[in-house]
């Protein structure tokens, strides 16, 4: 009863911050992470100026119980690259819009992390460099599907291109984080478990992911959902024992467990939606606690200028790089803008990552802040320059 007595009541102020946010921003017809990670480092500089030492009792006990919405989120980010591989249209041109969205800003992040290695990289300059690139690259396709069908922009051949190209770049940044993370520990390498977890992603995928193809009648029937939870914990456990991260176990979890089917369009997905108030009661929770990392109190005179920079770079390689890509793969110039735009949303994704490379040890809380601070704001800067782009609500004829 002693950790519950420390654990609810944060939990239940969490609860309320990150509701409050999300609902503040979606009235500014803003992603509700923005508002959950501004109240959060809003509440953290508070306290922190009021002299309460983070973590306060009962936070990280609440950001455990966060864990679960976050892997049951992260299964389902899985089950969804898997499933969206098939929304980019395969065609001769189709490869540059990716190059150019993933290339040109993972370049300029390797680039930001050379100069900024001396301050900042606790792990190493290499584990660092791959991160920061990544990180860079990441487009954070689910919040912008969202954003598409509120424009309704959903049946545009640019969008669709747009949301195979992120998911494309998505699964590729989640494989560099993992190569980011094996930089990092290279100074205590745990070569079993690693090894071991490698060598289970063989049958995962050559038998266990035909199996679950095969079975997704049953596998996405609600009565499964006890099952799954258990399968996506485990993996997350095991992602977590393997010296990688919790949130790679959710996430091959859910490409192994949610195949499409190759002949038929896939079920509704009863499962993941039994399991669904998990993730809205839980993940805003993540975020709020992700913000207590952050602390502008401690600034010191050159990171206000390393963050200036680093949303620069961000800026200049999502939205020069992607409409590179969309005119060298024959789009007219007002498509290749919008997809350029649509490419700079990196949103829930990019808050996961930085959360990752932190509690990984590849970044420090200096760079976090100035990252997270990006990450808003450039996917809050989606919705206007979309308005500005296309002039009105509607998709480009």
């Known amino acids: 009863m002693a950790g519950l007595t420390g654990l609810l009541p944060v939990l239940a102020a969490l609860i309320v911050v990150a509701q409050s946010g999300g609902r503040l921003a979606r009235r500014l017809r803003q992603p509700a ?36 919405g976050l892997a049951v989120y992260l299964c389902g980010l899985g089950a969804e690259t898997g499933a969206g591989a098939g929304v980019l249209v395969p065609s001769a041109r189709s490869g540059w819009p990716v190059l150019g969205a993933a290339l040109v800003p993972a370049g300029l992040g ?47 051949p640019v969008a669709r ?59 996405r029937s609600a009565s499964a959902a006890p099952g799954v939870a258990a399968v996506v914990f485990a993996s997350s456990a095991a992602g977590d024992w393997a010296g990688w991260h919790a949130v790679l176990g959710a996430f091959v979890a859910g490409i192994v467990l949610f195949p499409p089917p190759p002949d038929r369009p ?78 700079n949303t990196r949103g829930l994704t990019e808050i996961i990552f930085l959360a990752v490379g932190l509690r990984s040890g590849i970044i420090d809380t200096g760079v976090y802040t100035a990252m997270i601070i990006m990450s808003l704001l450039t996917t809050a800067l989606t919705g206007p320059l979309l308005t500005a782009v296309l002039g009105r609500d509607r998709p480009p004829p």
């Open 33 to 68: 992470v923005v508002g959950e990670i501004v109240c959060g480092a809003l509440l953290a500089t508070v306290l922190a100026s009021a002299g309460w030492a983070p973590p306060a009792p009962g936070t990280a006990e609440a950001e455990a119980a966060a864990q679960l």
């Open 110 to 156: 390797a680039l930001a992390a050379l100069c900024l290695s001396g301050r900042h990289a606790p792990a190493g300059t290499a584990a660092f460099t791959v991160f920061m690139a990544a990180a860079m690259a990441v487009t954070a396709f689910p919040v912008l599907a969202r954003i598409l069908d509120d424009r309704a922009l959903t049946r545009s």
């Open 161 to 219: 291109q747009a949301l195979g190209t992120a998911i494309v770049i998505d699964a590729a940044a989640w494989a560099a984080l993992a190569a980011a993370s094996v930089l990092a520990d290279a100074g205590r390498l745990r070569l079993w478990p690693m090894a071991a977890a490698a060598l289970a992603l063989v049958p995962a995928f050559a038998l266990l992911r035909p199996w679950c193809r095969r079975h997704q009648a049953v596998l």
């Open 266 to 343: 896939a079920e509704p997905n009863r499962a993941l939606e039994t399991l669904e108030p998990l993730v809205v009661l839980l993940l805003p929770v993540y975020f709020v606690c992700s913000a207590r990392h952050m602390d502008v109190t401690r600034w010191d005179a050159a990171l206000p200028a390393e963050t200036t920079a680093l949303v620069a770079v961000a800026l200049a390689g999502k939205l020069g790089g992607g409409y590179l890509g969309a005119r060298l793969g024959g789009r007219p110039r007002r498509e290749a803008r919008v997809f350029a735009v649509l490419m």
